[in-house]
């Protein structure tokens, strides 16, 4: 016998006499929600709430072998992502896409490129004097200034690894420390909204809420904060 609450994290049904404090249906799903960490969001301060888009697609030549897609028209999600989005958005891509996602872009909108840093060579078969590759782009388009003593933001995030244990992991994900430093790359803050244009997984979404709510989880930005570099990598 089933209640209507579901589990937050593999949203099966509670059973009947779960307890109201109860949240997760087993103590698998349990840990694995406690594990998912994203810090709570700032307060809003001036000018009010804003509206934000991620839009994480495919990397351009890649939709139909990862995804049984069609490609993603960058020209035309860029476009949407200005029109509809003029508060601010992020984009991830591949570094091999960059030049020609950039150049989509306005300079006038004045896009930063920050890097994602997973680690582990994804480069196969190629000369020895290549780097690594193990990192993917995003760009920041607009976001909400940052103000004197925000906490400090790098431009680079050394955070590897999927969360293979999400309820429907796919490649390409991302995770919970991804999605903070994204937010906080925004500028984002608690009455903000986030629109997630290829949701996936859902992790985005969820990470969103989580960041929103203000669920003290000692999120990535605050373990990272202090360490240095090589103790980052994972
Ligand atoms: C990189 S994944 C998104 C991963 C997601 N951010 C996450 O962390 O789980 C890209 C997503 O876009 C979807 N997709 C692929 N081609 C698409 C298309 N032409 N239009 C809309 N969505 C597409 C894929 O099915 C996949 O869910
Ligand atoms: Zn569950």
Redesign the pocket.
């Known amino acids: 016998v089933t209640s209507e609450r579901r589990c937050d994290w593999c949203n099966e049904p509670l059973p009947a006499d779960a307890r109201k404090s109860m949240v997760t249906c087993s103590k698998r799903c349990r840990q694995r929600r406690q594990r998912f960490r994203v810090d709570a969001a700032g307060a809003t301060p001036r000018h009010g709430p804003m509206r934000f888009a991620y839009a994480?697609?495919?990397y351009p030549g890649c939709?139909r072998r990862y995804?049984g897609?069609?490609?993603?028209d960058h020209g035309k999600l860029v476009l949407r992502l200005i029109r509809e989005f003029p508060d601010g958005w992020a984009l991830s891509t591949s570094e091999a896409a960059l030049v020609d996602v950039l150049w989509l872009i306005p300079r006038a909108l004045r896009p930063r490129v920050r890097i994602w840093y997973k680690g582990g060579s994804r480069r196969r078969g190629t000369t020895s004097h290549d780097a690594d590759n193990a990192y993917e782009v995003l760009i920041i388009v607009g976001g909400r200034a940052r103000r004197p003593g925000d906490p400090r933001l790098e431009d680079v995030l050394w955070w590897g690894g999927r969360q293979p244990t999400h309820p429907g992991a796919?490649i390409?994900?991302?995770n919970a420390a991804f999605c903070e430093w994204m937010f906080r790359l925004l500028g984002a803050t608690a009455e903000d909204a986030l629109v997630?244009l290829?949701?996936?997984?859902?992790?985005?979404t969820r990470a969103w809420r989580d960041f929103v709510r203000g669920v003290k989880r000692q999120g990535a930005m605050s373990r990272l904060a202090g360490a240095g570099q090589e103790t980052r990598r994972r």
């Open positions: 994480d697609p495919p939709a995804y897609h069609r490609e993603v796919l390409g994900m991302k997630d290829f949701p996936g997984s859902g992790i985005v």
